[in-house]
C-alpha cells in the first residue's frame, strides 16, 4: 500500500448508476488497520452482507502486519505485528459448524527474521 492510500468501499447503484464512497474509522490509532491488501474474507459471505475483512499491511520494506479490519464496528479491529517478521497473503477457512462469521482459521505463512 502506498503512503495516503485508505481502506474504501465503493457502493454503486445498478438502477441510478450512483456511486457511493465510504471510508472507515481508525479508532484503534493503527498505522496499519486502514492500509492493507490482498482483502479475503469468508467465502461463505460473498455476495451478502459482511463486516469482517482480512489484510496484509506493510509500512515498509521491514515492517508487515495481519489486519482484521470489522466494517461494521472498527473498534473491533485487530491487528497482528512481530518485529522482524514477515507475513503473506492469508486465505480465510471457515469452520463447518461456524457460529460467526469470523468462526474459522486464517492461514498464512511467517518467516522469523
Known amino acids: 500500500s502506498g503512503e495516503g492510500d485508505e481502506f474504501t468501499r465503493y457502493t454503486i447503484n445498478l438502477s441510478s448508476g450512483n456511486i457511493r464512497v465510504s471510508t472507515f474509522p481508525n479508532t484503534i490509532q493503527s498505522k496499519y488497520i486502514n492500509n492493507f491488501d490482498f482483502p479475503t474474507i469468508n467465502e ?3 455476495g451478502l452482507p459482511y463486516c ?4 496484509w499491511s506493510a509500512i ?3 515492517r ?3 489486519v482484521k479490519k470489522n466494517t461494521c464496528d472498527s473498534s473491533k479491529d485487530l491487528v497482528y505485528y512481530v518485529e522482524d517478521h514477515y507475513t503473506s497473503e492469508m486465505h480465510f477457512l471457515p469452520n463447518p459448524r461456524r457460529q460467526s462469521e469470523d468462526d474459522g ?3 498464512t505463512i511467517v518467516f522469523d527474521g
Not at 52 to 55: H, K, N, Q, T
Open 64 to 66: 508487515m502486519a495481519l
Open 52 to 55: 469482517i475483512v482480512y489484510g
Open 105 to 107: 482459521v486464517l492461514v
Open 60 to 62: 515498509d520494506y521491514s
Open 44 to 46: 461463505e459471505y460473498r
